[in-house]
């Protein structure tokens, strides 16, 4: 391969949302920008991460509503869960994704350059081919933009190797009868559902005493009991202490020196910035806790070199990445000086019901302004698409009202389209909307939504 030596307004290294946003806004204010990308173009989010999970998410929850069909005149005969045409479809799909990523930037006018980037000083970037060392590439850049995202963290006891990340979980070729999952997070909560949906017998292992530290304690309890009644064993005040076996065969020792076999076992346990290779102490950036040091316009300690998204020091998901990029584009090379608002985010967990959230919880508003100075309005019940079949889980949405100024602190659901309507109550709650505008809202019928405006 000819090996070139080009420069560029701007190097960007890792072509995940929040590099990809960045470069082709970059581009469209008429920098001349690179991309620089060892993997399919994308991402965690688009090839290993939120999409690829959603679409199992929506293989999986089929059957709680194949189990609501017969009561609603259907006959279903003869079910079968056949995992790995779901696999290989995702698959399929995450392919089409990174075409269509690809052209893109093709059509932004922005180079995309494969390999794996390494710093050889603070504006220039070798790229390699990381199997054999090759240089296929040199690259120089006024500034560059360091977005290479993270990756899953693995506990270090004996036998981690033999278990599994959500890395590793899409490139099965089918999911294994029985899987054992550490963690008490989004990605353990989230696999524990669709493996369960799919029909795999899952065992749950939390090192704690409650699941998604951080949401409302009592959603989170109302999605422990969800879980428990799909036939998920959760245990608590339990953790993985060594493995040994061999794939498809492992025995795991656990915390309280019990022995669990399993086909399978899922390490849910966080995730680190992915720095590995990037030799950044020979552009002398600075790293502090294993993630990039940035100030609020994400400059690093070096002035021509900038990082974000899960790289850095700051909120860890897609649509933050996506926006820490494009303000990154506008600052400099448009003409906004726009910042990043990393106030009232919303968030959301995808198990079976979801969980999804903005503003305070009750325990974090309760610790702020007082118990005593707040007012918690909840609506608990089963959702009309449940009403017929009288099965499936309720619904609780809750509000957090500031007693003394009306204000709503935060928002809550668990229950059928949580995401969906946390999304659009995020942005009442960014314009400061109080509990009589709530109110003053008009209902629509019948929809789950509407509970939010008539909680009196
Ligand atoms: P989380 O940080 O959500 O949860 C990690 C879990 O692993 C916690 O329950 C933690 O326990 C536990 N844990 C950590 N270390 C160990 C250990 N050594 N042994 C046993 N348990 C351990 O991480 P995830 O991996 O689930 O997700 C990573 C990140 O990816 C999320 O924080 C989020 O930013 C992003 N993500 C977002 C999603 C979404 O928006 N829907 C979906 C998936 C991922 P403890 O609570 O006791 O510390």
Not at 85 to 94: D, G, I, Q, T
Not at 238 to 247: A, F, K
Not at 324 to 349: C, H, K, M, T, W
Not at 387 to 410: H, R, Y
């Amino acid at each position: 391969m000819t090996k070139l030596k080009r420069s560029f307004d701007l190097i960007v290294i890792g072509a995940g949302s929040g590099g990809l946003a960045a470069a082709k806004k970059a581009a469209s204010y008429g920098a001349s920008v690179a991309i620089v990308e060892g993997d399919l173009v994308g991402g965690t989010c688009v090839i290993r991460g939120c999409v690829p999970k959603k679409l199992l998410v929506c293989g999986s929850s089929l059957l709680e509503s194949i189990s609501c069909a017969p009561h609603y005149g259907f006959e279903i005969e003869n079910l079968k869960i056949k995992s790995e045409v779901l696999l290989a479809n995702v698959r399929k799909e995450v392919g089409r994704l990174n075409e269509l990523h690809e052209n893109f930037l093709n059509k932004a006018n922005v180079e995309l350059v494969k390999g794996w980037g390494e710093f050889e000083n603070s504006n220039c970037v070798v790229i390699k081919n990381r199997k054999n060392g090759e240089i296929l590439n040199k690259l120089y850049g006024e500034k560059i933009l360091i977005a290479v995202g993270g990756r899953p963290k693995r506990p270090r006891i004996p036998g981690a190797s033999l278990g599994w990340t959500s890395d590793d979980m899409f490139l099965l070729k089918n999911f294994p009868n029985e899987i054992t999952i550490v963690g008490a997070g989004y990605i353990a909560c989230e696999f524990s559902c669709i493996l369960k949906g799919l029909g795999v017998e899952v065992t749950q292992l939390v090192r704690g005493d409650r699941l998604l530290k951080g949401f409302d304690l009592e959603l989170s309890s109302a999605l422990t009991e969800e879980m428990q009644s799909k036939g998920i064993n959760l245990k608590f005040g339990e953790n993985v202490s060594s493995i040994r076996g061999i794939t498809g065969s492992l025995i795991i020792r656990t915390s309280l020196d019990k022995e669990l076999h399993s086909n399978g076992l899922l390490f849910a346990t966080g995730r680190e910035p992915y720095l590995e290779g990037l030799k950044l102490e020979q552009a002398g950036v600075e790293i502090i806790d294993n993630k990039i040091k940035v100030d609020n316009k994400s400059k690093t300690n070096i002035s021509n070199i900038f990082a974000i998204g899960d790289v850095t020091n700051r909120i860890n998901l897609t649509p933050v990445a996506i926006d820490e990029g494009r303000s990154f584009a506008d600052r400099n090379y448009g003409e906004s000086n726009r910042q990043v608002n990393y106030e009232l985010i919303p968030y959301a967990v995808f198990s079976q019901p979801e969980i999804a959230s903005v503003g305070m919880t009750e325990e974090k508003a309760s610790q702020l302004i007082g118990k005593d100075n707040i007012t918690v309005y909840r609506s608990i019940f089963r959702p009309l698409s449940k009403s017929i079949p009288k099965q499936g889980s309720k619904c609780i949405l809750k509000l957090i009202v500031d007693s003394n100024s009306n204000k709503v602190l935060g928002c809550h659901m668990i229950g059928e389209s949580a995401s969906e309507i946390i999304q659009m109550a995020s942005v009442s709650l960014m314009l400061g909307a109080k509990k009589s505008d709530f109110d003053n809202t008009m209902a629509l019928h019948p929809t789950i939504a509407e509970e939010f405006v008539t909680m009196r």
